[in-house]
């Protein structure tokens, strides 16, 4: 029993690992994906975001890939780029790079992926992103987004919810929950893809250039939703 709790733990172990390792492609080629992400989940029809709902968020974040994995210990890591609306509520400001990091104790076991999309849905949820690190659950209120490019979605939840949640899984995990992870920024890569350490309050701030492997992203948000409505 001692030795089947040891292996059960080092393969978890092993697995975080896999996890970590696995999220280390080039920013420019994370961009490209997180835009693939935004064009595939609002041509989505009958499960895609609603448009209403993307049309009043203040921020959208785009995780591509996002692992889940373990066997005793779980943990969820990702590597994503944020973009909030300009200070006129037309436009959008260039991408700045989050991490997301969280663990869990439980029965669990494989791994898997799944795209991760949220909508920051007011100032109070803009903040939290403007923080150097924030737990969804804990300092941000998160909610599972609804689903449907026609759906009025003016639930309690919705409304109240600082974000609004969606993914797309690919693994061996139904489903999604981000609830105790964390959210900060990723410095490596905004030096990576503005040549300099920069926070992101100042690229969100709408008055950083996009760099030439965002264009592409901000392209396609503005495509989407080029005016925040009320």
């Known amino acids: 029993m001692v030795k089947t709790k040891i292996l059960s733990t080092v393969l978890s172990l092993l697995s975080v690992l896999d996890l970590a390792a696995a999220s280390k492609a080039p920013a420019a080629e994370r961009l490209q994906e997180a835009a693939d992400l935004l064009t595939e989940m609002m041509a989505a029809s009958d499960k895609g975001v609603p448009q209403d709902l993307l049309n009043k968020s203040r921020c959208v974040v785009l995780v591509p890939g996002l692992k889940k994995g373990g066997l005793i210990f779980g943990m969820k890591y990702g ?119 920069i926070e992101n309050n100042e690229i969100l701030s709408g008055k950083v250039g996009v760099p030439a492997p965002a264009q592409r992203l901000e392209g396609l948000l503005n495509k989407n939703s080029s005016r925040l409505t009320k």
């Open 79 to 197: 590597r994503g780029f944020v973009a909030c609306r300009k200070a006129d509520r037309v436009g959008w400001s260039a991408p700045a790079a989050i991490r997301v990091e969280g663990g869990s104790f439980g029965i669990q076991g494989g791994v898997s992926e799944q795209d991760v999309l949220l909508l920051v849905m007011n100032d109070t949820g803009m903040k939290h992103l403007l923080s150097n690190k924030f737990t969804l659950g804990g300092e941000a209120t998160a909610a599972a987004g609804p689903v449907g490019r026609d759906l009025s979605a003016q639930t309690d939840a919705v409304m109240r919810a600082e974000m609004l949640s969606y993914s797309r899984s690919r693994g061996l995990f139904a489903g999604i929950s981000l609830q105790g992870a964390t959210l900060r920024p990723d410095s490596d890569s905004n030096r990576e893809l503005y040549g300099r350490d």
